[in-house]
């Protein structure tokens, strides 16, 4: 979405105000999601220990969807997020898809937060009603991103850190318990509990697919480091400094976390809807730490739904300034923040509240929306490669001059597909999942009638226009300044 207008006056632009620290710290926060520390305890009961393999090739395949579009992102600066690659690169269509679909993905992904969110408020607040959880995050997270995007940085920063403590903590008292032989009415803490309990594969085939269900849920936001591109200092060194970091973050938080938990505890003792990370402090005798394990949880859903706020309001702001989403939508503040945009968003949020009422089963609702939210995310992620697939065709002198280049090229992107392909899979092989999976093509089906609705206005077909010059200028740009440093 280019943050030109067509208008007469000039409208201010998103400023880049996001340095290194923010960039790596939200990559990370963005790695780590509620999907772990609520969603594992189910993951685990499915898979067995073979949920470690599971997070492994999650993560593998991201990585190569991550690299696809870094290096799209730094062909053209004037790309301000991926759905700008995709308009241009695909096709207005494809712009107005990826957008919308990635805004509806954060809604549900802040529902979903919102729910866990309240899930976890009761069982530290035994008796509080559901809605003053749910409306406090929300008032607390709309306050926070008003202010600057700075302030969003510095309150994901912080998230973030807690959430890799967290962990940290975990994975250290949990090699503790291990190397000092603890005991427990489960048995000894010890890695042989990673076998011992009807082998690495105990559910056999099925088991281990039922693990992709719930696991990929919990990288939903991997690819949120591409939406702080236009806010970003430096994008040419801190946005490959942040996705590179991606499989040292999957093997440390994923997997070195999962090791840990099932050798201190057989996975036979883990249950859906119970937090594996609280369940192991507990254990170890540490009351306040599995207290503290609590709010952390907390603080890791707000950090979610905080990316999910920040995320949805740049999309709807890019679709306004293309023409794709009501004008007002594209206005910003003072404080250059698309203040309009965050409202809508936390609106919506609130619908979280509604339909835990609705459903009277926190598990169940999470389940739901999670599902729903997965497969809209795979859709986007899709884009992003059908998109890398279109630049290597269409501007094969851009890749050439990459110094940011996806490994592994056009063959590994079918790989990747052919996962995705398998993930749509798995999830129809199992009721709830099914249900929901049925259910999501409806949103692509209220998308295709508004498109057919907006694509041949004027208003929207000049903004395009516009939208293609800026990024024509940027290229031109970008080659005067790659002429002026060989020169040199």
């Known amino acids: 979405m ?33 999907g772990l520390f609520m969603g594992s305890g189910k993951t685990i009961s499915a898979a067995g220990p073979s949920v470690i393999f599971v997070y492994m090739i999650i993560g593998f395949m991201l990585f190569f969807v991550m690299r696809a579009m870094g290096e799209l992102l730094l062909s053209n600066l004037n790309y301000k997020s991926f759905s700008d690659f995709a308009a241009d690169l695909l096709g207005p269509w494809a712009g107005f898809f990826t957008g919308w679909t990635y805004w509806f993905c954060w809604v549900i992904t802040g529902i979903a937060d919102v729910i866990a969110i309240a899930g976890y408020s009761k069982e530290l607040w035994p008796g509080l009603p559901l809605w003053i959880p749910g409306l406090a995050t929300v008032a607390i997270l709309l306050l926070l991103n008003l202010v600057t995007v700075k302030a969003f940085g510095e309150t ?47 559910n056999e085939f099925m088991g281990f697919v039922a693990g992709f269900q719930i696991a990929v849920f919990a990288f939903v936001g991997i690819e949120l480091v591409g939406t702080t591109a236009a806010e970003a200092k430096d994008p040419e060194k801190n946005l490959p400094k942040a996705i590179n970091s991606i499989p040292i973050r999957v093997l440390l938080f994923y997997v070195g976390a999962l090791i840990v938990l099932m050798s201190v505890t057989p996975w036979t003792q883990f249950q859906a809807g119970q937090s ?44 306004a300034q293309e023409g794709d989403a009501p004008s007002a939508f594209g206005a910003l503040s003072r404080r250059k923040v698309p203040q309009n945009a965050l409202f809508l968003s936390c609106v919506l949020l609130l619908s979280g509240v509604v339909l835990m009422y609705a459903g009277q089963d926190i598990g169940k609702a999470f389940d739901m929306v999670t599902t729903v939210s997965a497969v809209c995310f795979v859709f986007v992620w899709s884009i992003i490669l059908a998109s890398y697939l279109a630049f290597r065709r269409r501007r094969p002198h851009l890749h050439e001059a990459s110094k940011y280049r996806m490994p592994g090229g056009v063959p590994m992107v079918w790989v990747v597909f052919a996962f995705f392909a398998f993930v749509l899979w798995a999830l129809t092989t199992q009721p709830d999942t099914l249900l929901a999976l049925l259910a999501t093509p409806l949103w692509f089906v209220i998308l295709g009638v508004a498109w057919l609705a907006i694509r041949r206005r004027p208003a929207h077909l000049a903004r395009y226009a516009e939208f293609q010059a800026d990024l024509a200028r940027e290229a031109e740009t970008s080659k005067a300044r790659e002429l002026e440093k060989v020169q040199k």
């Not at 943050?3 to 780590?32: D, F, V």
């Not at 706020?309 to 999309?315: K, L, N, P, V």
């Open 2 to 34: 280019t943050t030109k207008s067509t208008t007469s006056h000039q409208e201010p632009h998103l400023e880049r105000q996001l340095t290194n620290r923010h960039i790596q710290l939200i990559a990370i926060g963005g790695a780590i999601g509620t």
């Open 276 to 319: 594996p990370f609280i369940a192991m402090f507990s254990l170890a005798g540490l009351g306040a730490a599995a207290t503290v394990v609590n709010l952390v949880v907390l603080s890791s859903a707000m950090s979610s739904a905080n990316s999910g706020i920040y995320s949805t309001s740049r999309m709807v702001y890019g679709l």
């Open 156 to 202: 994901e920063f912080w998230f973030a850190l807690i959430k890799i403590i967290a962990i940290a903590a975990l994975i250290i008292v949990g090699m503790f318990m291990i190397f000092t032989g603890f005991q427990s009415d489960a048995g000894p803490a010890t890695f042989t509990n990673l076998w011992s309990h009807g082998g690495m594969f105990p």
